[in-house]
């Protein structure tokens, strides 16, 4: 299933860059995939076995060099170390800031605020929900691939306010229009 939206995803931006309209460029819509890992055992964000989800990106420019990203995320699967599944939805809000540009490759710093929602369902028939709040710091790279289209990896860490709890690896296709 995740194969299959990706892949249908792709392919209608992909269909999108092709009728190569005028562009403002000033939003951006994409697909993304992600890797999460907890950093130590307290706080942890997940207990996802194999912490891969995917995801919608929208961006917004405020000026040439700042953007303004919203991103949706999901992940489920087997947990780790309890007899259950979990299925998380992730949503950040984050200001993105792209101080140098070198023939379209933009290196950039990002900061913002992510909301989790975590369902568990054990195995034994309950099932339990947790909401979490945290910090995002992150850094990352655009990269150009044809008029409009442009790839994009992230590093991202989670903080909860008082210690560093996650870290993130993303990889992104967007379309700016």
């Avoid at 991202?156 to 306010?161: E, F, H, I």
Wanted: aromatic share 16%; glycine share 12%.
């Amino acid at each position: 299933m995740k194969a299959k939206f990706f892949t249908f995803t792709t392919i209608i931006i992909l269909s999108f860059a092709s009728l190569n309209y005028a562009q403002s460029k000033k939003f951006s819509a994409g697909v993304i995939s992600t890797y999460f890992s907890n950093i130590g055992n307290s706080g942890k964000l997940t207990q996802l076995d194999h912490p891969t989800g995917y995801g919608l990106i929208l961006g917004y420019r405020l000026t040439n060099r700042a953007l303004l990203v919203a991103t949706g995320e999901y992940f489920h699967g087997s947990m780790e170390n309890l007899p259950g599944n979990e299925r998380d939805y992730r949503f950040h809000l984050s200001l993105y800031y792209a101080p140098l540009s070198f023939d379209g490759i933009r290196p950039y710093i990002s900061a913002g605020l992510v909301y989790t929602n975590s369902n568990y369902k054990y195995y034994n028939g309950t099932s339990d929900n947790d909401n979490h709040f945290n910090g995002r710091f992150g850094a990352g790279l655009d990269y150009p691939l044809i008029s409009g289209i442009n790839l994009n990896a992230d590093l991202g860490l989670y903080t909860d306010g008082l210690n560093f709890v996650g870290i993130s690896s993303s990889l992104g296709l967007r379309y700016a229009f």
